[in-house]
């Protein structure tokens, strides 16, 4: 790599002079064509989110989707109803313990599999790779049929009858979400400099203070990434949490998609744009914390989530 | 704890039984989970699948074949979750290639930005980006209305299969381009000058230097958008009407609403099997020999 890099200027500037001018003109156009398509692509991503919050704020008085003036009228309707209050309410319930459970399991898990044999190493692989391949609606109606099975095998057993609510919603959301951030840690475990940890152990540190002052540090990013990817992923779920959740439960997800079946308002669009922007903030928030990490550890600050994301 | 240089002897077993219970310990809670909600459901799944219905819906125990010949003979779900998974596929693709190569060869110093510009509807609500497709192309705010006050004329995009389409490419299209953008930002680009210094014009170079470079994230990335769009339910139920009826679909209707158990399951497994042929396949084609950079599933 090093050598073409230092002979590639000069060949550049040999080359340039002797490019004809009708080659240039179609370098031209196929610059502009990538050009003109990125920004389409990113304005085609951008279109439904920045609809949706337009829309927010539709002064209109019916349940129409016409326009009808700026207002933000719908957000203190939305703020002010009551199914939506309990929605957000219940939203939290489950995705706050979900966040802290997946965040422990796959830490946990990810510090136990450097230290297990090979064969457990491959077996908790494709069982991570399987929960996150297998189709949401396949897992969330085989988590169903397993739940009310043996609900109903309790039930005729000691006569007590388990019902679905927030823990059976929090039970399914972990198991997703531990995945997530096992993956996460263990590719941050895996760039991790090692040289560090056995210079600890020379200096007579113990194993304990080995984890808390060297590694954990290094694995923090990962982990609070893990952590708000968790919280996020839960609170904006819809097809598990709809087969899985009793009555008393429903979320935001589950309120929208039934505003939605029905008909399209703007208290649905204002409850959408809080709940993109909560979302956002979250991870606003965790980029902040990511970024003031690595200039307290005085490296350099990188794409922080989306590096950690999209490490590989 | 005394082992603390690298010849050190033979740890003492008592500090190798701890070691491992501590090893077990930190695996014991995930492996719990995966246990329960992952393996027995899966597992029941397959049983259920050779059971009958109950009379008042649900299972009932037998062996029977009639719920997978039933799949088979009732397989039109499925064929239209494979011709609108492999057009999604395709348009992800078309879509998605000329994106990922522009971030890698000519973003520049703005490459992050554009990375991040990329995952961040990504990791909001995927049910609030659909369901605002149904305000872009609906009758009263969005493209029909556009195109009814203009033209005159009426078009119905909302509850065919063109809508269902359009959500697909648009809620999978990032997972098909970082694949694609990883590949092609590693490629050496010293070979695309070298292959125009031998007098090859643009398409002989892109045929034969940045496609094949840029294989194994495509067929990374293909299969990334295609498993999940496999299993869509939330598309096809919102911006479909419930018409362009899919595998995810047929499931929800087997299982909550006809409460036929071992019928859902059998569409299940068939769901299942096709999955794990794909990536089977997959991992082959990584893994075929040739030195071939390997590229994670996620």
């Known amino acids: ?312 | 704890m005394t082992a603390l240089t690298g010849d050190a002897p033979p740890r003492p077993a008592g500090e190798r039984l701890r070691s491992g219970l501590l090893t077990s310990l930190l695996l014991l809670p995930a492996g719990l989970w995966y246990l329960v909600l992952l393996v027995a459901p899966l597992a029941i799944v397959v049983v259920f699948s050779f059971g009958t219905r109950a009379r008042n819906g649900g299972y009932a125990p037998a062996f029977v074949l009639d719920n997978y010949v039933r799949a088979i003979q009732k397989s039109e779900p499925f064929i239209t979750s494979l011709q609108m998974a492999f057009l999604g596929t395709l348009g992800c693709l078309l879509v998605g290639l000329p994106l990922a190569y522009f971030m890698a060869t000519r973003a520049g110093r703005r490459k992050g930005l554009l990375v991040l510009l990329l995952v961040v509807p990504f990791w909001t609500s995927f049910l609030i980006r659909t369901y605002a497709w149904l305000l872009i192309l609906g009758p009263d705010t969005g493209l029909a209305g556009i195109v009814l006050s203009v033209t005159g004329t009426e078009i119905q995009i909302l509850g065919t299969g063109i809508a269902v389409l359009i959500g697909l490419v648009y809620g999978y299209l990032p997972l098909m381009v970082f694949p694609l953008y990883v590949t092609l930002e590693r490629m050496d680009r010293t070979l695309l000058e070298a292959s125009k210094d031998l007098g090859a014009g643009r398409w002989a170079t892109f045929r034969q230097i940045t496609l094949p470079i840029a294989l194994p994230g495509l067929v990374t990335g293909s299969i990334l958008v295609f498993i999940p769009m496999m299993g869509e339910y939330v598309i096809p139920q919102i911006l479909g009407y419930g018409r362009t009826y899919l595998m995810g679909n047929a499931l929800v209707t087997d299982f909550l609403e006809a409460r036929n158990w071992p019928s859902g399951s059998a569409r299940a497994v068939f769901l299942i099997i096709m999955m794990i042929v794909t990536i089977a396949g997959y991992i082959w084609f990584v893994n075929r020999g040739r030195r071939t950079r390997e590229v994670s599933v996620l």
């Not at chain 1, 997946?102 to 990810?110: E, P, Q, V």
């Not at chain 1, 991570?128 to 095998?153: C, D, G, H, Q």
């Not at chain 1, 200096?203 to 290094?218: C, E, M, V």
């Open chain 1, 1 to 312: 790599m090093t050598a073409p890099a230092v002979a590639r200027p000069a060949a550049g500037e040999v080359r340039r002079p002797t490019a004809r001018p009708g080659v240039d003109r179609w370098s031209v156009a196929v610059e502009g064509f990538f050009r003109a398509h990125a920004a389409l692509v990113y304005a085609f991503l951008y279109l439904p989110i920045a609809v949706v919050v337009l829309f927010a704020f539709n002064g209109t008085t019916g349940s129409s989707t016409q326009w009808g003036g700026f207002s933000t009228r719908w957000f203190g309707i939305a703020l002010g109803d009551e199914v939506v209050t309990t929605s957000l309410l219940n939203s939290l319930i489950i995705a706050i313990p979900n966040a802290f459970m997946a965040t422990a399991f796959g830490t946990m898990a990810a510090l136990g599999l450097q230290r297990a044999g090979r064969k457990v190493r491959l077996s908790f692989d494709v069982l991570t790779y399987m929960s996150v391949i297998v189709p949401e609606i396949v897992i969330a109606l085989s988590t169903l049929v397993l739940f009310a099975t043996s609900f109903n095998l309790i039930d005729s057993l000691f006569g007590v009858k388990p019902a679905f609510g927030h823990l059976t919603v929090i039970a399914a959301h972990v198991l997703f979400n531990t995945s997530l951030v096992l993956l996460l840690v263990r590719a941050r475990l895996s760039g991790m400099d090692r040289t560090l940890v056995d210079a600890s152990a020379d200096l007579f540190a113990t194993p304990w203070r080995t984890f808390r002052q060297i590694t954990f540090p290094q694995l923090l990013p990962a982990i609070v990434a893990g952590f708000l990817l968790s919280f996020t992923f839960s609170f904006d779920d819809f097809v598990i949490t709809s087969f899985v959740s009793g009555p008393g439960s429903s979320t935001l997800p589950l309120f929208i998609f039934g505003q939605v079946k029905r008909a399209v308002t703007p208290e649905t669009n204002a409850v959408a744009a809080m709940m993109l922007a909560f979302t956002l903030l979250m991870l606003l928030a965790g980029q902040a914390i990511l970024t003031w990490q690595a200039r307290r550890a005085g490296r350099r600050a990188d794409a922080g989530m989306a590096a950690i994301v999209t490490e590989r």
